[in-house]
């Protein structure tokens, strides 16, 4: 079995995503397990006993929104979208919540209804997450300024709760710009490890009480009598989730990298040098009883391996991610049918206090349950292995710089908070609209992602190696537009004459400027013509579709693609059609010095083209986003 799964592990290195081999990556084959058995539909349709409001669903659904980012396998996504509206079936309500509990675990499904928001901008989304938002601006503190864990846990922080509702509090916080919240999200997890960090190990423990009245505290210091390994998993994970919406230039975003670096550091000492993987009670692995534990394991690895990727930690870390990782396959996961797997290890449920009551010793730990495809256990492996992939991917590729023009194309819009924004094929636009998943893609082969607001220039373009203008403005989309003119094409070109990569993603006539910027294309023998070709009506998709040749040297995995309302070309030396369709040009390469330079007359690597929510699988925009970029970066000579 080990042997098996060391060859899933190479075979994961290899694919790149979803499309590519028999063998889908690990985090796929968990995800699909749960498809198959997790959260059935008739739970939902239940009237006697509907599901309770439970984190353990926010946490599988984390990691299927990063498989459906990754595979744009629209079931993903619409297995959590389905879940979460059979709790919102009652106007302005959430079926089984009640605020008034004060459980911070409540948070947690948050970030999955923010997801929904950003995707379909449907309001009810929003709407569920403004009721959790006055949850926290409710939730009892401790004298310091802490969130209880519960309304029944007076004066307690357990480790847990800063996952269930700081990553929520920090994305709400950055979406309704509420510049206030990020101070009292830092104070969390500095309280946190201010009161539960022991000094020797480094190590937190469990759960803090500030009273010091309930029975599992010291008397001294409040303090839970274990390192629980999960509560551990539960707090790095809350810390490099924040990070990615904790502002870059806050006075105290370093001190919560600080955090982060302690508590892995601490982490990776008691990492099982045999397996790679941790025990349940972290410290105590000699111990008889105690267990290496699947879920606790699953969140060090993903910890590792986001903050390595985000840059947060050393380098020096990759061994224990590696070793993590492999640990994880070898220790816990057993195929479970074609392209599925179980996982294997995970405690059920670990807490303090209660009716039932847990007292917080070593015996009150190894007695819980430990069972097979523990929600909580999946969605971290999920995770894990989603990051560890990408990584994988990555690995040994050159880093070179993406830039999104947002010069040429600046529509702006009005966000929840009634601020103005710049939207429309941005990096950071999770809607239709959006790039996101295109950026996802420029990522996982090394591509850094930055935004060019300003005019474009030979010097602010020099460490690009790709700089990408999508849909020039039109004066009905902008007041001022910013258009092209001979100053800016020369820019333009003299920077692609020494190597860069330029991409046009223009569009159709009358939701595009053309004319001016033919000033830029004409100087690569591109035209774009003032047309408007597959107008497609409904979901009268086949207008739209573009059969890709084989063989074709930049797409050579894609056989049709979906292009509506284009804009067709003509074409002149030094550029030549790649694509044409019924005689007329549909896309075009050029050569230009050093450089390079592709067009077509649409933007349509978008969102609503690439994520697979809305296109029927036949039509391959996803595959050609990855067969476009590698072949962009093949194009780099920088």
């Known amino acids: 079995m080990r042997k098996l799964f060391l060859i899933l592990l190479n ?11 028999q063998q889908k990556p690990l985090s796929e084959q968990m995800a699909n397990t749960v498809l198959d058995q997790l959260y059935p539909d008739s739970l939902f349709n239940r009237t006697d006993k509907f599901p309770k409001w439970s984190y353990d669903m926010g946490v599988i659904f984390e990691g299927l929104t990063d498989v459906w980012r990754n595979t744009a396998d629209a079931d993903y996504f619409n297995y959590m979208q389905s879940r979460m509206d059979a709790y919102l079936s009652i106007p302005d309500s959430i079926k089984n919540y009640n605020a008034t509990d004060f459980n911070i675990d409540n948070i947690k499904n948050g970030t999955a209804l923010l997801t929904l928001y950003k995707v379909t901008g449907n309001e009810k989304y929003l709407k569920a997450c403004h009721q959790l938002y006055a949850q926290l601006q409710k939730h009892p503190r401790t004298n310091e300024g802490g969130f209880w864990h519960k309304k029944i846990y ?20 950055t979406l309704m710009n509420i510049p206030t919240a990020f101070d009292d999200i830092a104070n969390q997890f500095s309280y946190m ?14 759960g803090w009480d500030e009273s010091r009245k309930e029975r599992w505290s010291d ?14 998993g539960w707090y790095a994970m809350a810390l490099v989730d924040v990070l990615d919406y904790f502002p870059e230039d806050h006075p105290r975003r370093q001190e919560l990298i600080s955090i982060l670096n302690r508590t892995l550091s601490a982490v990776i000492n008691y990492q099982d040098a045999k397996t790679g993987v941790w025990y349940d009670i972290v410290d105590l692995g000699t111990r008889k009883g105690n267990y290496l534990e699947s879920s606790a394991s699953s969140m060090f690895v993903f910890a590792l391996a986001k903050s390595l990727r985000k840059g ?8 224990n991610l ?9 220790e816990f996961i057993s195929t479970a049918g074609e392209n599925r797997v179980n996982l294997n290890k995970t405690v059920q449920v670990s807490g303090l206090g209660g009716k039932k009551y847990r007292d917080g010793s070593f015996d009150y730990y190894m007695s819980e349950p430990v069972i097979t495809n523990d929600p909580k256990g999946i969605g971290a492996f999920i995770l894990a292995a989603s990051e560890v992939e990408f990584l994988q991917v990555q690995k040994g590729k050159k880093r070179r710089t993406v830039t999104l023009d947002n010069y040429f194309n600046n529509e702006y819009k009005k966000t929840p908070s009634g601020a103005l924004q710049p939207y429309h094929y941005l990096w950071d636009g999770y809607d239709n609209n959006g790039f996101s998943l295109l950026g996802h893609i420029f990522e996982k082969n090394g591509g850094i992602l930055t935004t060019l607001r300003s005019a474009p220039t030979s010097q602010n373009l020099a460490k690009s190696s790709i700089y990408i203008i999508v849909d020039p403005d039109t004066e009905k989309e902008t007041e001022q537009p910013n258009f092209m003119n001979e100053t800016h094409a020369q820019q333009i070109a003299q920077w692609v004459k020494q190597g860069g990569v330029l991409v046009l993603f223009l569009n159709d006539s009358g939701n595009c400027e053309i004319a001016k910027f033919n000033t830029l294309a004409k100087k690569f023998g591109i035209t774009f013509n003032e047309d408007s070709r597959n107008r497609v009506k409904g979901k009268e998709f086949q207008t739209g579709a573009i059969q890709i040749p084989k063989g074709n ?6 056989a049709k693609i979906y292009v509506k309302e284009i804009s067709t070309l003509q074409v002149n030396p030094p550029a030549r059609s790649v694509i044409k369709d019924k005689g007329d040009n549909i896309i075009a390469t050029a050569r230009y010095g050093k450089g390079t ?6 933007p349509w690597l978008y969102n609503e083209y690439t994520d697979g929510r809305k296109l029927p699988k036949e039509y391959e925009n996803f595959t050609a986003a990855n067969d476009l970029v590698q072949w962009l970066f093949k194009q780099t000579n920088k």
């Open 11 to 21: 075979l994961t290195a290899l694919v790149p995503f979803s499309g590519f081999g």
């Open 597 to 602: 330079v592709f067009a077509i007359g649409d």
């Open 312 to 319: 947060y930690i050393p380098a020096s870390f990759q061994k």
């Open 553 to 558: 040297s930049i797409f050579p995995n894609t």
């Open 219 to 232: 008397p001294k210091t409040g303090l839970s009598p274990h390192f629980w390994a999960r509560g551990m």
């Open 154 to 173: 007076p004066y307690q922080m357990w480790l847990d709760g800063l996952y269930m509702g700081q990553p929520f509090y920090a994305e709400y916080a």
């Open 193 to 206: 490890e201010k009161n539960a960090r022991d000094p020797k190990t480094g190590l937190l423990y469990h």
């Open 322 to 330: 590696d070793r993590g990782y492999k640990g994880l396959v070898n």
